[in-house]
């Protein structure tokens, strides 16, 4: 029977679950938008970005390079969709912000002028549907801010400050040591329900960061695939490791063996 072989390794790059707006750190807005003629028609798109910075996000156009604090998080953006929903007698704009993986995030409400003009009536329709962006009161908070707590000095985590090993199990019955090293922690592989292993074997290494309790982290699985990830505890001493399946985040709940 062959042995798992799983090795977790320093990244720079952090995964999380996106699920609110608050969770992306920028939008990136098109030079053209689809119903147009050419780039910055009626000068929509400069004025989408001006709306969305009033709002607070970070915005940026198709070409621009993103800095590298934002360009190292994967799926931390959003792209700004606008759709034109005219009819006969009036203007209706909406416009979406859509992740990485094109699934909406927000959807605002349509925006309606009964302008004559087409730039007076397509700048007043679209003002109208940032309104509906207003209520969210957006503010960038990193997911790992929003989802990891500072676990209390008495918890478990503590004695491996004096180089004893914690156990940790997972719902497969998959056991880890984890050795605490200078707010780093280097992890190794006690024992599998499924798999016999070799025990004392390094599989990971929790490299901190300014965050409480989350670590950078390269996840390899049985395939050889590297997937850029984190690992955090949680408020009750749980390591998570999260790990993207089927352009989704599942996480991978280690708990503790007391």
Known sequence: MKNIV???FLT??????????????YVVVPEQFSFLNEPDQYQLNA?????????G?????AYETLPQELAVLPCGGLFFELKNKSGMLRTKLQFNLLDCHRKKVFESVEGV????????AYQASLREAFESLKDEQYQYVPLAKQYTKTIPLDTK???SRNKSKTTYINADGLRIQLEENEGSYVVSLASSGVVKVSSE????????TSLPNVFKTLWKDTSGNLLQTIAYFDEKGNLNIDVEVSEDVSVMVFEPVL
Do not use: D, P
């Not at 720079?12 to 750190?25: D, G, P």
């Not at 996000?57 to 156009?61: R, S």
């Not at 074997?201 to 901190?208: D, E, S």
């Open 201 to 208: 074997t390094m599989i990971c290494n929790l490299v901190k």
């Open 6 to 8: 799983i090795f977790l």
């Open 12 to 25: 720079n790059t952090l995964v999380f679950s996106q699920k609110n707006l608050n969770s992306f750190a």
């Open 157 to 159: 985590l503590v004695v």
């Open 113 to 120: 002028s009964r302008e004559k003009e087409f730039r007076k």
């Open 47 to 55: 004025m989408a970005k001006f709306l969305l910075e009033k709002e």
């Open 57 to 61: 996000f970070a915005v940026f156009g």
